[in-house]
């Protein structure tokens, strides 16, 4: 709600205000009552702020509650006809494409395909023409496209969205966010994709309610992490929190894309396991997925040996951040981890059997969107910049149209 704090006196409370009510609103619809009772607020402030969101459009009365000594109260919920906000999350060969309407709702999704690795004009007018043919399939909201989130496996400058680096990509000082605008003709606003899956864990991951603690682990091609510490989704001062792939695992060890050697990610992510089984089965070139997941699911002892291998240096690092953060949940957003669960089984009892005693509370569990995450994520903080847009400014909200 960075916005929010440049505005002065009573307007910036009525806009803090509006924020909490729209958070109520984003968990399940809810009457006036229940809104006052979850906020805090009175019930005569709810009343003038919903009745200022109705008019502005981003908030609907519908059906009704059950009734409170006698009376029944009709029920809000987020106007999901208002707006779309589109997410797009950015692999090396692909990407994935979700639109939401602004109740969270996806109203679809999709995955597309990339030359790899992509140029950054290439990625721009590919997702620019998925995001055309999206649209035109789809009933076209009030206002429009409110805006776009790009997921980026990478580090990614928090104020100016440059992608600084993002090695899979073969991407270095990539400004990707002006020329998306241009082609998509709506705000764009890039993410890591690890603290967006964060975001989208937290708020769409199926729980029914926000975690204040919890970490998530992308393990893929690299390795990155998201975390809510304190209920705060958490960046660092420059924006760059999240490289758990870079910790110093081996004194010494492997090389790294990063370019120093024996980081965590040279042993447990994806990539290095498609070459250590390569390296155990003779073979030349590192392992495609589809093949290690037949593979794990088979009986070859060399494969099993590699795997177990692998948990090891998986279950290591994650112990690791365990016993740092001590958080109530850690989320892994594996596809190889949710292809395999007898991969998953072991690596929980390794994690149980080395984080410490007072830690062992914490929840290991598989990502409940898995590799949706991220697309989802941005797609979250698209829509959550245009409430934040309309709360500051609801006279804005008329002047909005679609690309
Ligand atoms: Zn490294």
Redesign the pocket.
């Known amino acids: 709600m960075a916005a929010v704090t440049k505005l002065g006196g009573g307007r910036m409370i009525r806009s803090v205000n509006r924020g909490l009510i729209l958070a109520a609103l984003e968990a399940s619809s809810q009457s006036r009552a229940d809104i006052a009772k979850s906020t805090g607020l009175n019930k005569a402030t709810v009343s003038s702020q919903v009745a200022e969101l109705i008019e502005a459009g981003l908030v609907v009365e519908t059906g009704i509650g059950p009734a409170e000594l006698g009376r029944k109260p009709l029920l809000l919920e987020l106007d999901g006809g208002a707006a779309y906000a589109a997410g797009v999350a950015l692999a090396p060969r692909s990407f994935r494409l979700t639109i939401r309407d602004l109740a969270g709702k996806e109203r679809l999704a999709r995955d597309c395909s990339l030359p790899a690795p992509p140029s950054a004009e290439t990625a721009v007018e590919a997702i620019g023409a998925a995001l055309d043919r999206a649209l035109a399939e789809l009933p076209r909201p009030r206002y429009g496209l409110a805006g776009l989130g790009l997921s980026v496996p990478g580090v990614v400058e928090a104020e100016g969205g440059m992608v600084l680096r993002a090695t899979s990509l073969g991407w270095e000082g990539v400004s990707v966010r002006e020329p998306l605008a241009r082609r998509c003709g709506c705000p764009v606003w890039v993410g890591n994709d690890a603290k967006l899956a964060a975001a989208a864990e937290r708020i769409a991951g199926g729980r029914g309610k926000c975690e204040e603690e919890l970490l998530c682990l992308i393990v893929g091609e690299g390795i990155g992490l998201g975390a809510y510490l304190g209920g705060e989704l958490y960046a660092g001062p420059r924006g760059y929190f999240g490289?758990a792939?870079?910790l110093p695992f081996v004194a010494g060890g492997r090389p790294?894309?990063?370019?120093?050697?024996?980081?965590?990610?040279?042993y447990a992510s994806e990539t290095a396991l498609a070459a250590d089984l390569a390296a155990a089965l003779g073979e030349s070139a590192p392992l495609p997925f589809e093949r290690i997941v037949e593979l794990g699911s088979g009986p070859d002892p060399r494969v099993g040996a590699c795997l177990s291998d692998y948990a090891g240096a998986l279950a290591g690092g994650i112990a690791g951040l365990v016993n740092l953060f001590s958080p109530n949940a850690l989320v892994l957003a594996s596809e190889l981890l949710e292809a395999l669960p007898r991969l998953f089984a072991e690596l929980r009892d390794r994690v149980a059997a080395q984080a410490m005693d007072f830690n062992r509370g914490c929840e290991l569990r598989l990502s409940a969107l898995g590799r949706r995450a991220p697309a989802i994520g941005a797609a979250l903080a698209a829509r959550d910049r245009f409430i934040e847009a309309a709360i500051e400014d609801p006279g804005r909200l008329g002047s909005r149209s679609a690309p």
């Open positions: 490289e792939g870079h790294c894309s990063c370019g120093n050697r024996g980081c965590w990610a040279a």
